[in-house]
Structure formats: C-alpha cells, structure tokens
C-alpha cells in the first residue's frame, strides 16, 4: 500500500471551454475534489487491517517479479534435489547462475530483495498504524503488532538465507534512506529477539479460523525460529526450538494427514497439516505479464510443468467412438525443477512422499495406459530427468489451458492474466526440525 500525504480521490472533468479566459493560473491550480488526509485514517480497525492486507500482498510475488525466480526452485537447485532444467542455460540464466554459485550483482533473483524489502516497509506500516489507533483496545494493537513482526520475520528470512548481510531498520527509513548494513549473525540476533517477543506475547492463535486462514499465527511464528535456527545450526537454542515444536504438535491443532498426496490438491489447502500457506487464485485475476504484484494466479505451475505433456487416445477407444478424447490429469508447462534420480531413488518405493509428491513419468505412462488403456507421453527439456515435482504441477479441473505461444494462460477469454490457481505450503507438520533439534540431522523434505 502506498503511503502518501493524501489519498487523493479525483472526479472526472465532464468538458473545458476553450477560452483565453480558462488559460489563467488558476487552471494550473486547481485542487483535487475531494481528499482523505491520511493523519487519522488508521484509526479504525477496519482500516488497519487495510493495513495489514497491504503487508501480506508481497508475499505472493516471489515467483513472479523482475524475473521468474521462485524460491523453492532457487534454493532447492543450490543443492542435490533438483536440476533448473528448462530450455538451456540461458533460459532463466538467474536460476542456472545461482544453481553453479555463479551469480553476479547483475544477474541474480532480484525481485526478491525488492519483494521482502517491500514486505517488511509494509509491515513496519502496520506497527506504526497500531501503535497510534486511538479506536483499537490495548489487545488489539498488541496482536496486530504480533502480526506484524511475525510477517516481518518471514520477509527478513529470505533476505537472510539469499544475501546474509543485508540493510536492517525496525522502522521505515526516512530521507536519504540509509540504512547499516549487518552481518547474517547480527541480523539473526535481532530477528530471533523480535520472534522471542512475539511468542512470548501469545497474542496469536495457535491456529487461526477458516474465515482467516492465511493470517500469521503462534504456530508460523513458532516455526520461523525454528527454521531461523535450524539453518544457524545454533546449538544453543535447539532445545527452545524444539520446546516450540512441542508446543504446536501438543494443541492438537494440527495433525498429519492419511492422504499425503491430497494435501497438495486444491482441497488440501489449509488442511490439517498446514501451518501456513502462500496462496494464488485466478478468479478475477488481475496479475498479467507485465504486472507482476497485482493480485491473482501464479507462473510456478506452468515454469515447472511437463514439456510437451499429450494424452493421445488408443486406437480401440477411438474406434468405438470417434469423438472420444482421454482423460488429462496433469498439465504440461516449461519443463524446469527436473528432480534428480539420486534423490528419488533415496525413497523407498512405497514412500508417501514418493508416490505422493513425486512422478516419474516412465511409470506413471505405465500405470496410465493400464488403467485407461490410453498413452500418455512428454519431450523432455534441458536436465531432463523424466521425473518432476508432482506437489505444484497444474491441474486441468482448474481450468487453466497452456496456449500455443506458451507465453500466457487463456481463462474465459483473457489470454494475457496469469491464470494459475496454486497453494504453496511453506511449513507443514515440523518433524525434520524436531528430530534435528534432538540431535538427529536429517534432511528437510522440502
């Protein structure tokens, strides 16, 4: 959310009179119509939590903004799990740069620096917004504030784990916008003081209702430290981190679900598993190619999708009806965030998060055409593996169609919005961070 002296509401002028006389100063100044001078505007609750929607809006540009750079992929292709994948190396060449630590101040996943620095901009809105709303109670404003930070923390971490040192201000800069620098272990210190704070206020549910699903909880607070600690390998607070980790799993708030490969589908959203989720939506979307912070789908689903991805029919079923088309269960996209073979082989075959985050297309093909009778085939990219993260692929029950140009998705006729329903979970049920605090490492899922 823009703040500005005035938010400034201005009418249309309806005609002019083309007159020597309507040339004057005046005309050049001429006031706005009307006027909301911001001084006392976040007084109400309502208007705060304008506020606050402003502070959660970043959240869903990662993706998507100066350059398509998901964090899930650029941080998982640093490491062993995934190939980028894609046409070439020049295609996406930020993520392939940062895949071989090759990234250079030029061609790196910038929109993140600009997304998080927004976020956190926003959020210290909302801290200076409750602070001074006279019409919230002292609880109120403790809790928005508790948000606030919570959020903060979330931005502040992805500027962290990407650059280390970064700029640091608890409270917007101001002319000439300066701010230190400080080192990842100064930065820690202070994100991890101010989630301290926070969870120690306990001004957040542990799990919020359906209505609010996707506001910062106890839980997403709690699980941040862990994840801020966990990746600081500091020691001295692993028995804190997991004493959080108990606490989540001891409400009884939130479980494991029987269905793994359901908690991934659009009826998995904010299931039982979830502790927070980034989620787009592309029913009136307004976020298009050349506008990347609006709000609506997301690009992850068409960048990571099955290159050249047909469903052909056999020769018997069109035999007995000429019109009969088989049936699609996955999209095709672009082909990057091949996963490796090493990793897959390291499940074992009967592995939920195998068989339910994972395809291999050489046995899903199999499985397909003994189930339908029908062939199911793809091309395959650059790094291409034939095995792909089956978690974000899109489906066809969203309705979204992968137009020939390869350059937008057409929904109900708008070629040019970004069209993609997804839900990206960031912190399911903790258990890699619990048996890691007690001294068991293990390599986190995800």
């Known amino acids: 959310m823009m703040k500005a002296k005035n938010i400034l509401l201005y009418s249309a002028m309806a005609g002019m009179a083309l007159s020597l006389s309507s040339c004057g100063d005046d005309f050049l100044s001429v006031d706005p119509a009307s006027s909301l001078p911001i001084d006392g505007y976040y007084n109400t609750k309502a208007h705060v939590d304008e506020a606050v929607t402003a502070a959660y809006a970043p959240m869903a540009w990662y993706d998507y903004f100066e350059g398509w750079c998901p964090l899930f992929l650029v941080s998982d292709a640093q ?23 090759k990234s250079t101040s030029l061609m790196n996943f910038k929109g993140a620096w600009t997304t998080s620095y927004s976020g956190i901009n926003r959020s210290n809105w909302v801290i200076k917004d409750a602070e ?16 606030a930070k919570t959020l903060k923390a979330f931005y502040y971490l992805q500027l962290w784990k990407f650059w280390g040192n970064v700029p640091y201000y608890e409270k917007n800069l101001e002319f000439p916008y300066i701010a230190e620098q400080l080192s990842a272990s100064e930065v820690y210190n202070k994100v991890i003081a101010m989630l301290e704070e926070v969870i120690k206020s306990n001004a957040l549910p542990m799990k919020e209702t359906a209505a609010r699903s996707g506001h910062a909880t106890q839980a997403f607070a709690e699980m941040l430290f862990a994840d801020y600690v966990m990746y600081q390998k500091d020691e001295s607070r692993y028995q804190q981190a997991l004493g959080y980790m108990e606490d989540i799993i001891n409400s009884r708030k939130y479980s494991l679900m029987s269905d793994y490969a359901g908690i991934w589908e659009q009826s998995g959203e904010w299931c039982d598993e979830s502790i927070y989720e980034i989620n787009y939506c592309a029913k009136g979307s307004k976020r298009g190619w050349g506008n990347a912070n609006a709000p609506g789908g997301t690009v992850v689903p068409a960048l990571i999708g099955i290159d050249g991805l047909s469903y052909k029919a056999s020769a018997a079923h069109l035999a007995e009806n000429p019109s009969y088309a088989p049936k699609q269960e996955l999209n095709g996209g672009w082909g990057f965030c091949d996963v490796s073979k090493e990793v897959y082989d390291l499940y074992e075959k009967d592995d ?37 993260l089956l978690k974000y692929l ?7 169609v992968l137009n020939k140009a390869k350059t937008a998705y057409d929904v109900l006729g708008v070629p040019e919005r970004i069209q993609w329903t997804e839900s990206k979970k960031y912190l399911p049920i ?17």
């Open 394 to 400: 899109g489906r066809p029950d969203g309705g979204k």
């Open 430 to 446: 903790p258990q890699d961070e619990i048996e890691a605090a007690k001294g068991t490492l293990k390599q986190n899922e995800y």
């Open 352 to 388: 939920i998060r195998r068989t339910g985050g994972i395809v291999n297309m050489a046995d899903y093909a199999a499985e397909y055409k003994a189930r339908t009778g029908d062939e199911v085939t793809y091309n395959g990219h650059y790094q291409n593996t034939g095995i792909f």
């Open 132 to 147: 001074e709303a006279i019409e919230l109670s002292d609880a109120e404003k403790v809790a928005y504030i508790a948000e």
């Open 79 to 101: 490491g062993d799990d995934i190939y980028v994948g894609g046409g070439n190396t020049t295609d996406q060449a930020e993520i392939h740069l940062a895949s071989q630590y």
